[in-house]
């Protein structure tokens, strides 16, 4: 394949958009059928018969021992024989990279079955006597072929094909190549391509397939009957209006496709759909559904595997294709296919293209859940995937943990959320991309499922998806993921506490998919709106213990004051009335992620008030009795320790307005909205303690 500088230097703008399409790329087939030029392009250039070859198919036996074994007819005299000169009638030799197009291999791309071409790939490290019977079929089973046969009958050059086959039902004749091929091989066995030379001229030389142009035509029309019998279709064409190129012409119903769409054989996703009439729900003219067809390296070079599922994010610019975006084009995609770093496309991507036009580049962005070998499910289809959405939720991310007042702290008290350099999403990473890309980005924070069994209705990838198109992730699907993976922690014996750095990710994660620059959250519930909207953590926006203390204020108050009215869904609103009791959820998590964290460190308590009560045990129906008996267990404290002030007053008589006062029973928050708030506030009630990094490296600066 040519390099992105070779293109450059081969193609003129002119000859260059001679064979690009006339119209905008609009639908997966155009992005396709441009990917299949491109490659064509890049491979065995222009003309007739390029786009039916496959010269990648054999590229790992370029230039290596014994890889081309061919079988040499003389045609030039009044019976067509073997050759008698000094190279002999069976020559085996190195498939070296000038004899690519020459030998004009066009792989079958079945496992069983010849090629199209009379050049044929042998199986991996074939035995000799195996080798043998493929040589002697270049004679006796491609010439008769029923489609090479109606070929011959047309060409002026079928007269040559005809005398192979004639050649091949002599059995002298092929007990000498079977013979030679041993001979030439010494009982060694090898990986080859097996051809033919033939020699049409006393005066000329051995010619090869790819110098005959009535092989060429048979092998062009024998992979053309496959675009229209595939799946026991008889002929599956008829003209139409091509939807690649808008031209009437001849189209077919069966082809070949790298994604499997609209294939005769998916009658479960095209129900009634008859096979023969194939080509009428999806009509491609020939040329257009081999060039698709083409498109298959690139495409593969675009796609990725995660949570079981084939991502496929695959670039194009907008509008009608130009020569200067068709090099910008191959350029990404050569290096796509040609790379071995492990870097998914969308980094790959990112990293190389100049982003001075980003505007102007476009991925088409789906994933697929394959079922049988051609029967697939497509999640999350978008033609308008944007470059820079995963870029960008990667950098905000790193922002909300590492700058912002939510994650960080200037006081001698800690920050509202911990931060755990052994949590991904709780400490910035120059991995960020990787991990949004590949889906690790959810995997940490979702239900957890077993990728084997993966299905498509998998929220997992609908997140993914979602986040590399630009489109919206529901509010209410990641509510009941992130409670049901709380919920698991806390019932998993490997975790002996609350799982508040699960937590925190989760909130990390909630915070960045709603800034308002991305968008990446929605809902129909007016409820659960304020959710959706960027909070308001500015870089350490809480004021200095000093400070709050001289001016007669309490720095645990201020902190939870201040996480409060900078977090829309906790926010008094008198528009968002859900708000308040989300707001008593999260005060009564804080008031028992503090008595817990007071019951381990001051009681030495191995069962706490967060082990009383898990997130599965809150209810709107159970909430205010959870909170009476909180507040209970809070003043039991305090008189023990004969303190005239409550402890954790500041929660306690912010619980008293939002819980007690008005009545539970009449709430209309959801449960795991209701779960999830309460979940946060225990993590943040359990990390609200003096900051002990803080204090440290203020006293050894003292000393």
């Given at each position: 394949m040519l390099s992105p500088e070779a293109f450059r230097e081969k193609y003129d703008d002119e000859e260059l958009e001679a064979e690009l399409p006339d119209s905008p790329v609009s639908t997966l087939r155009s992005i396709q059928y441009l990917y299949g030029k491109l490659y064509t392009l890049g491979t065995l250039g222009?003309?007739?018969?390029?786009?039916?070859?496959?010269?990648?198919?054999?590229?790992?036996?370029?230039?290596?021992?014994?890889?081309?074994?061919?079988?040499?007819?003389?045609?030039s005299g009044d019976e067509p024989t073997l050759a008698d000169d000094d190279r002999g009638p069976v020559w085996v030799t190195r498939y070296s990279e000038d004899l690519v197009e020459k030998?004009?291999?066009?792989?079958?791309?079945?496992?069983?079955?010849i090629d199209h071409s009379i050049t044929h790939q042998a199986g991996r490290n074939s035995d000799p006597e195996k080798l043998a019977r493929y040589a002697k079929e270049r004679v006796t089973k491609w010439p008769v072929d029923d489609v090479v046969q109606t070929a011959a009958e047309e060409h002026d050059d079928g007269w040559i094909i005809n005398a192979l086959g004639d050649l091949g039902d002599k059995e002298d004749v092929l007990d000498r190549i079977e013979e030679n091929v041993e001979t030439a091989l010494g009982g060694e066995s090898t990986t080859a391509l097996l051809t033919a030379q033939v020699k049409i001229n006393s005066n000329g030389g051995y010619r090869w397939p790819g110098e005959i142009d009535g092989f060429l035509e048979a092998m062009r029309q024998r992979k053309l009957s496959k675009l229209v019998t595939k799946n026991k279709a008889d002929d599956s064409s008829g003209k139409a209006t091509d939807l690649v190129t808008g031209r009437d012409t001849r189209t077919?119903?069966?082809?070949?496709?790298?994604?499997?769409?609209?294939?005769?054989?998916?009658?479960e996703k095209f129900p009634g759909l008859d096979i023969e009439e194939a080509w009428r729900s999806h009509p491609i003219s020939e040329d257009a559904a081999v060039t698709v067809m083409n498109a298959d390296s690139f495409v593969e070079a675009c796609t990725y595997r995660t949570f079981g599922a084939k991502v496929y994010y695959l670039p194009y610019f907008r509008g009608r294709p130009t020569a200067d975006h068709a090099r910008e084009l191959y350029d990404l995609l050569y290096r796509a296919a040609t790379s071995e770093e492990d870097m998914t496309p969308v980094e790959?991507?990112?990293?190389?293209?100049?982003?001075?036009?980003?505007?102007?580049?476009?991925?088409?962005?789906?994933?697929?859940?394959?079922?049988?070998?051609?029967?697939?499910?497509?999640?999350?289809?978008?033609?308008n995937g944007r470059l820079l959405y995963p870029k960008m939720l990667a950098e905000k991310h790193n922002r909300i943990v590492d700058l912002t007042a939510a994650f960080t702290?200037?006081?001698?008290?800690?920050?509202?959320?911990?931060?755990?350099?052994?949590?991904?999403?709780?400490?910035?990473?120059?991995?960020?991309?990787?991990?949004?890309?590949?889906?690790?980005?959810?995997?940490?924070?979702?239900?957890?499922?077993?990728?084997?069994?993966?299905?498509?209705?998998?929220?997992?990838?609908?997140a993914l998806v979602a986040v590399l198109s630009g489109d919206s992730i529901a509010v209410e699907t990641l509510l009941e993921e992130y409670v049901e993976r709380i919920d698991a922690d806390e019932s998993d014996d490997a975790f002996d506490s609350f799982p508040s750095f699960r937590v925190a990710s989760q909130f990390a994660q909630l915070c960045v998919l709603a800034d308002d620059d991305l968008d990446l959250l929605t809902t129909t519930d007016p409820g659960k709106e304020p959710i959706t909207n960027e909070s308001d953590y500015e870089v350490h926006t809480m004021e200095t213990a000093e400070k709050i203390l001289a001016d007669g204020g309490d720095t645990t108050a201020e902190k939870l004051e201040t996480f409060i009215e900078d977090t829309p869904a906790l926010a008094y609103?008198?528009?968002?009335?859900?708000?308040?009791?989300r707001r008593g959820a999260f005060l009564l998590g804080v008031l028992i992620g503090e008595v817990g964290a007071y019951q381990n460190y001051s009681e030495n308590r191995s069962t706490t008030l967060i082990d009383q009560y898990p997130v599965k045990s809150i209810t709107s129906a159970r909430i205010k009795k959870i909170t009476q008996e909180a507040i209970g267990t809070t003043i039991t404290y305090t008189r023990g320790e004969n303190r005239t002030i409550t402890l954790f007053e500041h929660v306690v008589d912010r619980l008293r307005d939002t819980i007690l006062r008005p009545d539970p029973d009449d709430w209309e928050i959801e449960t795991d909205d209701l779960r999830f708030y309460y979940s946060?506030?225990?993590?943040?009630?359990?990390?609200?303690?003096?900051?002990?990094?803080?204090?440290?490296?203020?006293?050894?600066e003292e000393l």
């Open positions: 222009g003309g007739q018969y390029a786009p039916y070859l496959t010269p990648d198919s054999a590229e790992d036996l370029v230039d290596t021992e014994d890889s081309l074994i061919v079988v040499r007819v003389d045609l030998v004009s291999h066009c792989k079958y791309p079945a496992a069983r079955g077919v119903g069966t082809a070949e496709d790298p994604q499997n769409y609209f294939l005769g054989k998916q009658l790959r991507a990112y990293s190389e293209f100049k982003l001075t036009r980003e505007h102007e580049l476009r991925f088409y962005v789906s994933a697929v859940m394959p079922h049988q070998m051609s029967r697939y499910d497509v999640l999350g289809e978008t033609l702290s200037e006081t001698e008290w800690s920050s509202p959320m911990p931060t755990n350099d052994s949590w991904d999403l709780l400490v910035g990473s120059n991995e960020r991309l990787h991990s949004v890309s590949t889906g690790w980005y959810f995997h940490q924070t979702f239900a957890e499922r077993d990728d084997a069994e993966a299905n498509s209705d998998d929220p997992r990838i609908e609103d008198p528009e968002a009335p859900i708000n308040d009791q946060l506030g225990v993590t943040y009630g359990m990390n609200d303690h003096p900051d002990w990094d803080q204090l440290e490296t203020d006293t050894t």
